[in-house]
Structures are given as structure tokens and as C-alpha cells.
């Protein structure tokens, strides 16, 4: 079973930007699927950005323009870049991969957007 472990959260002020890593404990080229979602206190979970094993990418209107997902297939890697932090951007961040076999999650890591 794929682990995924989030990382690079945290508190910036609106305006700022972060870069979200999802490390994979195994190849991530196995997966149709690369994701990226979020949920708010109170919130359903909400997908964010897509990014397919064909390198289509796909972004939650609320986000267009300000974030860009990407990877590293030979770090088993996958960024959420994120510009123009505004808060309602505060969420947990949750990495996700899927195929037709595995649907994984991580632990998700938390982002607030604050002044």
C-alpha cells in the first residue's frame, strides 16, 4: 500500500503564496490520478486540482489562475503551488491518488490564511 505524506503548510498573510509537497512511498506514475483536496471547518471536503497520468490538469473555479499542480515523477512527488493566498483559502490540504485499484489518502496538513 502507496503511503502519501502532505507537507508545507502553514499561516501566511493573504497575498502570499505556498507550495504544497505530497511525497509518495512508492512510484506515482502507478496512479491515473494525482489530486488535491481541501476542507474547511464546517465544510464538505472539495477537490481543488487534478492532474492525470496524461498530464492533464484540472482546477476548482475558485482557484484558476492562482494555483498550478505539478509533479516529479522521479521524486514520487506532487506540488500544489499557491498564489494569491486569500482566506478562504483556509482548509486542511489533502493529497489523493487514485486508479482503479487504490483510491489513498494522506494525513492532510493545514494551511491558514490570516493577517
Known amino acids: 500500500q502507496v503511503q502519501l505524506v502532505e507537507s508545507g503548510g502553514g499561516l501566511v498573510q493573504p497575498g502570499g503564496s505556498l507550495r504544497l509537497s505530497c511525497a509518495a512511498s512508492?512510484?506515482?506514475?502507478?496512479?491515473?490520478?494525482m489530486r488535491w483536496y481541501r476542507q474547511a471547518p464546517g465544510k464538505q471536503r472539495e477537490l481543488v486540482a487534478s492532474?492525470?497520468?496524461?498530464?492533464?490538469?484540472n482546477y476548482a473555479d475558485s482557484v484558476k489562475g492562482r494555483f498550478t499542480i505539478s509533479r516529479d515523477n522521479a521524486k514520487n512527488t506532487v506540488y500544489l503551488q499557491m498564489n494569491n493566498l486569500k482566506p478562504d483559502d483556509t482548509a486542511v490540504y489533502y493529497c489523493?491518488?487514485?486508479?482503479?485499484?487504490?483510491?489513498?489518502w494522506g494525513q492532510g496538513t493545514q494551511v491558514t490564511i490570516s493577517s
Open positions: 489523493n491518488a487514485k486508479n482503479i485499484w487504490l483510491d489513498t
Open positions: 512508492g512510484t506515482i506514475l502507478q496512479f491515473n490520478y
Open positions: 492532474l492525470s497520468s496524461g498530464s492533464s490538469t
